[in-house]
Every structure is written in C-alpha cells, then in structure tokens.
C-alpha cells in the first residue's frame, strides 16, 4: 500500500489509483469495517513537552490517539469529539436505509487521520448513452481537520472516474456536514432530512449532464475551460488565453495537451460518437486527468491520487469545470 493509503478494499473494477485489497462481492458494514482495516478507534489522550528537564501538561489541547497501536493522528481541543469509524458506518447505514446500499470502497489515509466509506445505490443514469452509478460517499477525519460530511457523487460507469459535481453543491442541501462535537447519533435525523434519499440530486445532476451532452464546445472555448479549470501560471491572465500556448510554461502546455488528447477521443469512452466533443465530453477529460493522468511527487506515483481526486486540489479542478460549464 501507498504511504497515503494505509488500508482500503475495493468491489468492481480497479479503482483509478490502483490500489487496495480485492473483494468478490459488495460488502456490509460489519465487513466492510474489517475488510477496510478500520476496525480500531480513537482515544484523546493528554499533551506534554519537555522544559528545563521537567514534563509539563499542554493545556487546551489534547491528542487523538488510535488505541490499537498508539499511533497520534492529530491534535484537538478538549471540546473536540471524536466519531468511531464503528459509528461512522452505523450513521452511514442508518441515513441510508436498509438495503439502499452497499458498501465498494472503504479505507483510511494518511495512517488513520482520514478515513472514507463509498457505497452504490440502486439505478443507473443515462447520459446521451454514456451510463454513470450513483454513489454515496463518506468521509470522516480523526485529526481535528476534517469534519464529518456525507454527500452523493456520481462515478462514470466506463472508467470509474468520480464525477466531483455533488461536492461542488456542498452548500447546498444535498452534503451533510458535521462537526466533531456532541453525539454524532443526535444528527441522525438532520443528516437523513437533509440527504433526503429523494434523490434531488440525481435528477438535478442528469438534467444537467445531458445538457452538457447535447451540447457541442465551441473550439475557441476549450482553452477558456482549461484556464478556468486549473489556473494559469505567472502573471498570464485566464482572459489572455486563446490556444494552449498561450498557458506559457513547457510544462503546463503539456499538460493541457495531455487533457485535450483525452478530450478528442483518447479518453475512456470519449470517442463514442452521442457525446464526442461535448461539452460533457470536455468535463469527462478534465476529471480522467485529474484522476488517473495527473503525476504526483512521493515513493509511489499513487501516494496522493486517492486524497487528490476526493478531498484537495483534484476536486476543486473538477469543481470549477463543472460550473464553467453549465453557467
């Protein structure tokens, strides 16, 4: 396993990140728990330092502490409460539904500080021919970092790329959102509420798609999209963009090369005729670089894949494509 991801299974075809413990069949919450390795919890325990060659207690401040091995994933205040990946899975379960849901995909980041549950929920979407699952998505933090959210997000049935559009609503009423504080179980019914299970979002999101769809992108916008989707560099303005030389660097140009290459047909299903050189097809190319093309520093050139395409850069890549495109 990666230095990123510590422990994960996985159900279906190989995740874009290549990594993590096969499993012949979509997994329960008492399996999943085991089969992810996430059957551990977390304790907080006292902070000290050394001075003067005496140990004196950190006030306000404790550690969180993962009790099978002592490692410290994070440190918090004593208001801090942390959320057992036990009674992650259970809230999980209970929001969703009996039989609403199984789990794909669970694991842990970062040696425990980040752990996440993916589940798939019954029916497909239809995109102009392009079939997309609908997934539930789960992360939880245990260094004072991450809060508790809980959001749908669908994954292109073709190359499992994670289409990150529900994480761009996440201030809107389909994320659950939950500090570390007080009894994760009393938000039970806020949680189901605000998730609703009415799948809002997948008619919201499919309308939209097939808008992107049936809709071709205009040449001259593409390396609009790009500039908008990943920056530019130095003093270069996203206005002053016209052809992908314009990004400056040799290296940035070849990235967005890379991107256009996916976007005119190398992509993972982008050359099927229904959707080739849509604007759905332009999304598609953005997050299949953002989740298997883009090349990461560390021992293994998967360290940050996982953590890049779900909780950091990667999702705001996706993020501002996706608004580009349907404003």
């Not at 593409?222 to 003093?235: D, E, H, I, M």
């Not at 190319?285 to 395409?309: C, H, M, Q, T, W």
Request: with cysteine.
């Amino acid at each position: 396993m990666s230095a990123e991801v510590e422990s994960m299974f996985y159900y279906g075809d190989t995740p874009w990140h290549s990594l993590g413990k096969p499993v012949e069949h979509a997994l329960t919450a008492k399996e999943a728990i085991v089969e992810a390795g996430l059957d551990w919890e977390v304790e907080m325990v006292p902070l000290y330092h050394r001075w003067q060659g005496q140990r004196l207690k950190i006030e306000h401040k404790l550690a969180t502490r993962r009790t099978t091995d002592g490692t410290i994933l994070g440190i918090v205040t004593p208001k801090y409460s942390p959320v057992q990946n036990k009674e992650a899975f259970g809230f999980f379960d209970s929001v969703v539904g009996t039989g609403e849901a199984k789990y794909h995909t669970a694991g842990s980041l970062r040696q425990g500080q980040y752990i996440w549950m993916l589940a798939k929920l019954n029916d497909v979407m239809n995109i102009n021919g392009d079939e997309v699952d609908k997934y539930m998505l789960l992360m939880n933090g245990h260094n004072g970092w991450l809060a508790l959210k809980m959001f749908f997000t669908p994954i292109r049935v073709v190359c499992m790329n994670t289409l990150m559009a529900a994480a761009a609503g996440a201030q809107r009423i389909e994320t659950f959102h939950a500090k570390h504080l007080g009894n994760i179980s009393g938000k039970m019914e806020q949680a189901r509420e605000i998730l609703g299970m009415t799948m809002k979002f997948y008619s919201d999101f499919q309308e939209q798609a097939n808008i992107l769809a049936r809709n071709q992108l205009p040449a001259p916008a593409f390396p609009k999209l790009l500039a908008a989707s990943f920056g530019t560099t130095g003093s270069i303005r996203m206005e002053d963009i016209v052809t992908l030389n314009d990004f400056g660097s040799t290296k940035k140009i070849n990235q967005m090369e890379m991107v256009q290459a996916l976007y005119e047909g190398d992509g993972k299903g982008l050359d099927n005729p229904t959707i080739k050189g849509t604007k759905w097809a332009a999304y598609n190319a953005i997050v299949e670089y953002v989740d298997y093309g883009r090349k990461f520093r560390g021992a293994s050139p998967e360290d940050n894949r996982l953590e890049n395409a779900w909780m950091s850069d990667g999702v705001r890549v996706k993020n501002r494509a996706w608004a580009y495109l349907t404003s």
